[in-house]
C-alpha cells in the first residue's frame, strides 16, 4: 500500500503573524477624547438648564428696564383692582399690574403695599379670549406669560393668580365659633 504524502497539523492554531498584528492592551485613544467631549457637553447642557431655568419670573421693574420688547417671559405684579375691564362678548380682560419687590417676607404685605405705593412701577397687560377668573381681583398676586408690545402693553397668553388673603390662615376656633366668615 502506498503510503499518504499528506501530512498532518500538528495543531488547530492558527499561526501568528508577528510583523502585521497590533497591540491589544494599549489605549484607544480616539475612543477617549470622543468620550471626554461628549461628557463635556452633558455637564455643560445640564449647567445652562439649572441656571437659566432657576427663576419662576421676572418682575416689573425688570420687564422695563428693557431688553425684553419681543420676547415672551414670565412677570409677576401686584394686581390694580380699579384698573380691571372685562368685556364679556369678546372675552378680553385689561388690567394693570404693580412692581412687588422680592424680597421674601410676607406676601400679602407686599401685595397691599405695591399697590398702594403710588411710586411703584406699573404695567398694563391686556388678555384676549379667556373668562374673567375669579381669583381677579384687588392685591392679587398675577404671574403672566407673554411679550411687551413696543406701544408698552404687556399681551399675555397665561394668566396665573395667587391671592394670598384669600388662603390665609386661620385660627381653627375662630373659623368654628363664625362659620360664616
Known amino acids: 500500500m502506498a503510503q499518504s504524502t499528506l501530512s498532518r497539523p500538528e495543531s488547530w492554531e492558527k499561526p501568528h503573524d508577528t510583523e502585521h498584528s497590533t497591540p491589544t492592551q494599549g489605549i484607544n485613544w480616539k475612543f ?7 461628557l463635556a457637553g452633558v455637564a455643560f447642557l445640564i449647567i445652562s438648564g439649572t441656571t437659566s431655568g432657576a427663576r419662576y419670573f421676572i418682575t416689573v421693574d425688570e420687564l422695563l428696564a428693557g431688553g425684553y420688547t419681543g420676547q415672551t417671559v414670565r412677570i409677576s405684579g401686584a394686581v390694580i383692582g380699579e384698573t380691571i375691564e372685562y368685556d364679556a362678548e369678546n372675552l378680553i380682560i385689561d388690567f394693570t399690574i404693580a412692581h412687588v419687590p422680592d424680597d421674601g417676607g410676607d406676601l400679602a404685605k407686599a401685595l397691599y403695599e405695591a399697590v398702594h405705593n403710588p411710586n411703584a412701577a406699573r404695567l398694563k397687560v391686556h388678555i384676549e379670549n379667556q373668562v374673567k377668573p375669579d381669583l381677579l381681583t384687588n392685591e392679587a398676586q398675577a404671574i403672566l406669560t407673554g ?9 399675555a397668553s397665561e ?9 390665609g390662615e386661620t385660627d381653627p376656633a375662630k373659623a368654628i365659633a ?3 366668615k
Request: aromatic letters at 8%; a positive charge.
Open 178 to 180: 363664625e362659620p360664616g
Open 147 to 155: 411679550k411687551l408690545g413696543p406701544d408698552g402693553v404687556f399681551v
Open 159 to 167: 394668566l396665573l393668580l395667587k391671592c394670598p388673603s384669600r388662603y
Open 32 to 38: 477617549m477624547i470622543g468620550g471626554l467631549i461628549l
